[in-house]
C-alpha cells in the first residue's frame, strides 16, 4: 500500500464529512496547524474520541506513525476514555515507556473509583507496566487484584503466577496454584507453576508428579522442554546444580575444560536437551564440527530449541550441506523472530551455495538492515558480487533473471 492508502484506510475510521476531511488533511500534512484544526472539527462532533481511537488501531496495524497522535487526540476531547487510554499504554510499553504507561493506566483507575464507576480490567497490563517501570508494589497490587478476581482471564493468572514466582512470595503462589491446577488440571502451565512453588518449599514428590503431569499434557516444544527440565531438577538436583556451576560464566571459560563435563551429563541424561545444547557449544568453539553438529541434533531432538537450530544451521553451512542449513535457519528464526543478523546471514551464505541468488539478495538486504558494518556481511557481498560477473559472454544470473521476468 502506497503512503495515500494508509492514510485513507484510517481516516475510514471517521464517519464521512467534515470529521473524515478534517482527519485526512491531519495525516497528510502533519504538522500542528492540521492537527489543531481537526481537534477545533472533532469538539463539534459526538463519539469522535472512539472514531480516533478506532483509526489508531488502523495505524497501528499498518504500522503508521500516526498512532499515537490519534489516541492523543482522542485523549484531549475525552481524557478517561478506556480504549485510548489501554491503547497509549500499550504503545508506551512497546516503547519502553512503562513509568508513562502505568501512570496513565492508574489514573484511569483512580478516576473510576473516585467517581464509583466499575474500574476499566486493564490489571494484566498494569502489572507488565509496572513490571517494566520497576514500581513492584503497584505491579504488586495489580497481581492481587487478578489472583483474587472474579472470573480472571488464564492468561492473566499465569501472569500474576509468574510475578509471585519472581518476587518468591510463597503465600501468594500456593493459594493462586492451587486455584489454578483444580480449575484446570491437564494445564501445562499450571502445573510447572505448581510444581516450581512445590520444589521450592521442599515437597519434592509432590512436584514430581505436577511437573510429570505437565509433560503427558505437553505438545508444544518448548512447554515438553521446559517440563523436562524441571523434572530434572526435581530427580537429580546435584547434576542440576553440576549443571548450573558450568553454564555460569559458560562463554567466557575453556570449552577444552567444560566439554568432558558436559559429555559426563549427557552420557548420564541422554535426555537432557540443555546439556546437549551447551556441549554443542564447546564443540562448535573447539571446532568439532560434526560432533557439534550431532550434539545439537540431540538438542533439537528433546526440546527444539531455537539456539540449536541456529547453531546447527551455521555448523552444516560449515560442512557444505546449505540445503540442511537453510532448513535449520529458517526453522530458528520461525521460533525466534527476524531481527537477528546472523540468521539472515546464514540464510544468505546458503541460498548464495545453493544459488537462489533473489532470496541471497534478500537476505543480505535484511542483514544489512540490521548492521550495515558487519565484516561478515562485507564478506557475503563480496562473493554474491563474484558471482554475479557475466562469464564468458553470457548474461550474469541476475540480468538473465531480469530479461526472463520481463519475457
Not at 150 to 175: C, H, M, N, V, Y
Not at 180 to 195: G, Q
Not at 336 to 348: S, Y
Not at 374 to 381: I, M, T, V
Request: include cysteine; charge should be neutral; hydrophobic fraction near 45%.
Amino acid at each position: 500500500m502506497s503512503a495515500t492508502d494508509d492514510i485513507n484506510a484510517i481516516s475510514s475510521a471517521a464517519p464521512k464529512g467534515p470529521l473524515r476531511a478534517a482527519l485526512m488533511r491531519a495525516m497528510a500534512d502533519n504538522d500542528a496547524a492540521a492537527w489543531l484544526a481537526l481537534q477545533e472539527v472533532a469538539k463539534s462532533r459526538r463519539n469522535a474520541a472512539a472514531a480516533f481511537t478506532k483509526a489508531a488501531a488502523k495505524a497501528r496495524e499498518l504500522r503508521h506513525p500516526g498512532e499515537e497522535k490519534l489516541l492523543a487526540a482522542a485523549l484531549v476531547l475525552e481524557p478517561n476514555h478506556v480504549g485510548a487510554t489501554e491503547a497509549i499504554a500499550r504503545s508506551y510499553l512497546g516503547r519502553g515507556l512503562g513509568p508513562q504507561a502505568t501512570t496513565l493506566l492508574l489514573n484511569l483507575r483512580k478516576h473510576a473509583l473516585q467517581n464509583n464507576l466499575t474500574p476499566p480490567k486493564h490489571d494484566a497490563l498494569i502489572l507488565a507496566a509496572a513490571q517494566a517501570a520497576g514500581q513492584t508494589e503497584d505491579a504488586r497490587a495489580a497481581a492481587y487484584r487478578i489472583a483474587t478476581g472474579k472470573r480472571p482471564k488464564w492468561e492473566d493468572l499465569i501472569s500474576a503466577g509468574e510475578f509471585f514466582r519472581a518476587e518468591k512470595d510463597l503465600d501468594a503462589q500456593r493459594t493462586l496454584f492451587t486455584r489454578m491446577t483444580k480449575s484446570r488440571p491437564k494445564d501445562v502451565r499450571a502445573n510447572l507453576l505448581m510444581a516450581a512453588w512445590l520444589h521450592d518449599e521442599g515437597y519434592n514428590e509432590q512436584a514430581a508428579k505436577h511437573a510429570q503431569r505437565a509433560l503427558e499434557h505437553a505438545r508444544e516444544p518448548a512447554q515438553i522442554a521446559e517440563a523436562r527440565r524441571v523434572l530434572f531438577e526435581i530427580k537429580f538436583p546435584e547434576d542440576d546444580a553440576a549443571f548450573r556451576e558450568i553454564t555460569v560464566g559458560f562463554f567466557s571459560a575453556d570449552p577444552a575444560d567444560v566439554a568432558p563435563k558436559l559429555q559426563a551429563l549427557t552420557i548420564k541424561h541422554p535426555d537432557f536437551g540443555q546439556a546437549w545444547l551447551f556441549y554443542g557449544f564447546a564443540l562448535r568453539r573447539l571446532r568439532r564440527l560434526e560432533e557439534a553438529a550431532a550434539a545439537f541434533g540431540k538438542a533439537i531432538e528433546f526440546t527444539d530449541d531455537p539456539n540449536a537450530h541456529k547453531e546447527i544451521g551455521g555448523v552444516l553451512g560449515e560442512l557444505g550441506d546449505p540445503q540442511a542449513s537453510l532448513a535449520h535457519t529458517v526453522r530458528a528464526m520461525e521460533l525466534l523472530g527476524e531481527q537477528d543478523k546472523v540468521l539472515w546471514l546464514n540464510i544468505a551464505a546458503a541460498t548464495l551455495e545453493l544459488g537462489d541468488f533473489a532470496n541471497c539478495e534478500n537476505a543480505l538486504n535484511r542483514a544489512r538492515a540490521l548492521d550495515p558494518h558487519s565484516k561478515s556481511l562485507a564478506r557475503l557481498d563480496d562473493e554474491f558480487a563474484a558471482r554475479m560477473i557475466p562469464r564468458r559472454g553470457f548474461f550474469n544470473a541476475r540480468h538473465y533473471r531480469v530479461k526472463a521476468g520481463a519475457a
